[in-house]
């Protein structure tokens, strides 16, 4: 099968890794992609937003399958120009997409499906945003009501400061505060049938102990030793389920990657948020513990045949991914410094611990950063000890001029 992946992050560069050691891919292309998954897959300079441009490259290299990657080009229509050019696509429509891109039809389909979330009001004046945030009290949850990269959403004991980000977010979603660990939640779907993946938990805030800004996430692990064991199954029937009946009794099934961020709250699971790809950096560690061939299983949710794949197979392995970000991450982040050390992870670590690019580009012999988050070690282990220890030991050996990462990943749960 001959696969395009459309994007160019980590996430990208994780499924590209999947991909390149699947039997059943004979070639793999990505766009635009990045220094990383050049060594893996065959990159084409094409504007991942331009569902025309994806759609005709698609076709000229005679693609089977497309996987799009980011959320950007599905809510802007990408996965739709690739099916009418005849394709098979993973990754929903524009109209499904916007279950992430717009927090109000998220919570729209989540009131009508009976799905647990918290509870909202969507304002777009400064006399209902005031209401709102009254109505709920502190800690005030804040949140633009389109896509923002992780960077929309502000929780804060403030009242002023919670006051000025909804003023300047237009059309915003005040909601009530969520206690208790979140866990990310990944199901593969054709719309019908729903495929559960393995849960993992990210680190959002730029920090250690969960201190400073909210990021795109800092790191992540997998499994959750700490979590319930029927936790899955109870999310599948009480949040993902649920929604792809309802996307699809809309007229507008969501076929693709459904990522449910979930708080685990003292009055059960709600729903933080939904996705429509991918999480970054979850997949980083949820694919490293996937057994089965990814290629045959995405090919299936494109074709609507999900049915017909039985349930995945997961190593016993725990993986962490640390994220090495650069500097002044997420505020205005510094690119272009160059990054060593990536040669000494692929001799000393592999194929334990090895490095997932996100924002890098090659300058002639140099590899140098070219976004926020730079690139995320993951590592595999017996345990999460032995998982952590193995990716912080790869991290130890990049150097990146002013770079910043989370010490705390996995510290807490590896200790359960
Ligand atoms: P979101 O973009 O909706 O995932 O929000 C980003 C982060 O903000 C989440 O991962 C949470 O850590 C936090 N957050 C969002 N909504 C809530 C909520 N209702 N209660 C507590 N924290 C929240
Ligand atoms: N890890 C958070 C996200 O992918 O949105």
Partial sequence: MKVLVIGGGAREHALCRSLSLDPDVTALHCAPGN????????????????????????????????????????????AD???????????????????????????????????PTARSYVCTTAAEIDEALDAFGAPYVVKDDGLAAGKGVVVTGDLAAAREHALACGRVVIEEFLDGPEVSLFAITDGETVLPLQPAQD???????????????????????????KLVDEVMASVLQPTVDEL??????????????????????????????FGDPETQVVLARLKTPLSRVLLHAAKGTLDAEPPLNWRDDAAVTVVVASHNYPDTP?????????????????????????GTKRDGDAVVSAGGRVLSVTATG??????RERAYRAVGRIRLDGSQHRTDIARKAAKA
């Fill in 35 to 78: 220094a990383g998954i050049a060594e893996v897959a065959e990159l084409h300079p094409v504007d991942q937003l331009d569902g025309a441009a994806v759609a005709e490259l698609a076709t000229g290299i005679g693609a089977e399958l497309v996987v799009v990657g980011p959320e950007a080009p599905l809510v802007a229509g990408v």
């Fill in 81 to 115: 120009a690739v099916r009418r050019a005849g394709i098979p696509c993973f990754g929903p429509s524009k109209e499904a997409a916007q279950l992430e891109g717009s927090k109000a039809f998220a919570k729209d389909v989540m009131a009508a499906a009976g799905v």
């Fill in 203 to 229: 680190f959002k805030r730029a920090l250690d102990d969960d201190e400073g800004p909210n990021t795109g996430g800092m790191g992540a692990y997998s499994p959750l030793p700490w979590a319930d064991p």
């Fill in 248 to 277: 699809r009794r809309r007229g507008t099934p969501f076929s693709g990657l459904l990522y449910a961020g979930l708080a685990i709250t003292s009055r059960g699971v709600r729903v933080i948020e939904f996705n429509a790809r």
């Fill in 334 to 358: 510094r690119t272009g410094d160059p990054i060593e050390g990536l040669d000494a992870v692929a001799a000393e670590d592999a194929p334990h611990a090895y490095v997932l690019h996100a």
């Fill in 382 to 387: 017996k345990d999460l000890v032995e998982a």
